[in-house]
């Protein structure tokens, strides 16, 4: 089992930044691939961006330049660093992550961090 735990959502204004983590912890000898989707109202959830184990990082478009995706394999940790934000990104953001697989969507997911940029 993983528990994954977000914290750094809030209230900004667009143009401004905010980092979001998550930390995962439970039964696991290691965690492969991490992420974050994000699901605004009305919308269907999607990715945001991801990172394997080794590094690898793959963004939305809507996102690329704007976000950074990086982790702390150390501490089971992975972060966003959400720069120019813009109101269309509004939505709860939610960590996503697997013990088995470094790609793909993982099985476990946290409880969503909201994040609403004002214009």
């Known amino acids: 089992q993983v528990q994954l735990v977000e914290s750094g959502g809030g209230l900004v204004q667009a143009g401004g930044s905010l980092r979001l983590s998550c930390v995962a912890s439970?039964?696991?000898?290691?965690?492969?691939?991490m992420g974050w989707y994000r699901q605004a109202p009305g919308k269907q959830r999607e990715l945001v961006a991801r990172?394997?184990?080794?590094?690898?990082?793959n963004y939305a478009d809507s996102v690329k330049g704007r976000f950074t995706v990086s982790r702390d394999n150390a501490k089971n940790t992975v972060y966003l660093q959400m720069n120019s934000l813009k109101p269309e990104d509004t939505a709860v953001y939610y960590c996503?992550?697997?013990?088995?697989?470094?790609?793909?969507?993982?099985?476990?997911w946290g409880q969503g961090t909201q994040v609403t940029v004002s214009s």
């Open positions: 996503n992550a697997d013990p088995d697989r470094d790609y793909g969507m993982g099985v476990y």
């Open positions: 439970g039964t696991f000898f290691s965690i492969k691939g």
């Open positions: 990172i394997t184990s080794g590094g690898w990082t």
